[in-house]
């Protein structure tokens, strides 16, 4: 008999008696709504299938959560198949876990311990998971997603699972600014270079030449033809011609009562560090932590015996970097202290 649309998508064999007592097929239009979408999304199907003949309806349809034995591993960290404690994934939470940049099929299964790190994992855009279910439609459509945002979802689940197939870790879009996607899809794209190459070495026992680095060659132009321009033109410039240039709306902190508040660089570098981790609390909400309500001078100076410890403080922090790792970027501003400081 010939294979049907099933069975040639997935190059498998069809018409097999494992799970049904007869050969047939049918059309595909013959499904209900919720099978043909499960259907799609079990076999990665991204065209039109038209037939399905009995054998691929039992295996991916009726007996799929049967056939599921173990955990899907979709960190592919388990070192031995796990069978114990194991959880059907429902489509909604294959969705969900789509967004956190993971693929996973829904009906496959998941033990306890993946199960937990996908909980931890922050989804790449929490709106668009919530509007999405939001629109999920009475029949339980489960085409409930952008086409654009469900191939993106499907690039990082790829991308992903490549990263983890030569050794490198998986893309954190998670808290990642704007303007600090550039730097990171630039680092990442060198260290995705640098593990590959060295794979290729050691399969080809030879060194392959270092790739020349045109963009740091220009910097250094750049910086040379500056100390040039300098020794031509022989002027030098002053602290006091430097501050006479100060724009008026500089305000020096000792100027008569400006200086509120201590301005020094370790004071204000925390704060600059707070924005920089993107906390929604401001300074103030983190120092109540470690100072009593209305804290006063004693407080501040930590004279105060009644004042709680720094634990309530630690706590809060490493509740908030739960889910960061070495890989995650933090950009931030930072005053460094220059002769300047003393001589203002």
Known sequence: MEKCSVGKFTHSDCHLLNYVNRKAIQAIEKLSETDLNLLKLRTDSNYELKTICLHHQSVFLKNYEFLQKVCCDPFKKHKTTIKKMLRVVTVEQSRIILYKGFKVKPGQKLCASCRNKLLKIKQID???????????????????????LLQKRNVIAELNSSFHEIGCSPMKLHALGEHSRSFY???????????????????LEVDLPEEKNGVEKSVIKKSEDLDKLVDIINLKI???KFSSLRPKWCVLAGASGTHLVCVCTIHQNVILL??????????KQLMSYIVCEGAGRECMLRHCDKCPSKDNLVQFLQAKFEDCDDEDIVEYNQWVSTVFDRSW
């Open 126 to 148: 929490e709106s668009n998971v919530q509007n999405s279910l939001n629109t999920e439609d009475e029949d339980h459509d489960v085409e409930f997603t952008p086409a654009e």
């Open 185 to 203: 899809g630039k680092e990442k794209l060198q260290r995705v270079h640098e593990t590959v190459k060295e794979k290729i070495q050691n399969v």
């Open 274 to 283: 707070i924005h920089g981790a993107g906390f929604e609390e401001e300074y």
């Open 238 to 240: 002053g602290l006091s």
